[in-house]
């Protein structure tokens, strides 16, 4: 029986301006490239297919070659990050 509850910081109070919109999606292709270089780093390399027993995967090419679908993943992930630094009383200066 799983007893795993993922609680993340809620940060459905939290707006994020537009002025974040390039910031975001920075995060969020350093978010592929750190998840590419893990992999590779454990013997993954580009595969058309995901196969796990080969260790091959159609995602590990460049953050610009990826479907929309994936990059959304990864934007979502930039972006509540950014809500969780706010939620938690941090700022984010643009400067």
Known sequence: MNR???????TSDVSLGNDLE?????LAESTHDIWAKQRMAD???YGPKRDDAAKKHP??????ELPEGEKE???KTAIETLKA?????????IG
């Open 22 to 26: 390039a910031l975001t999606e920075k």
């Open 85 to 93: 630094i706010i939620a938690l009383g941090y700022r984010i200066e």
């Open 43 to 45: 013997g993954w390399t």
């Open 59 to 64: 995602d590990l090419v460049s953050y610009s």
């Open 73 to 75: 993943y990864d934007r």
């Open 4 to 10: 795993y509850h993922p609680r993340p910081i809620d």
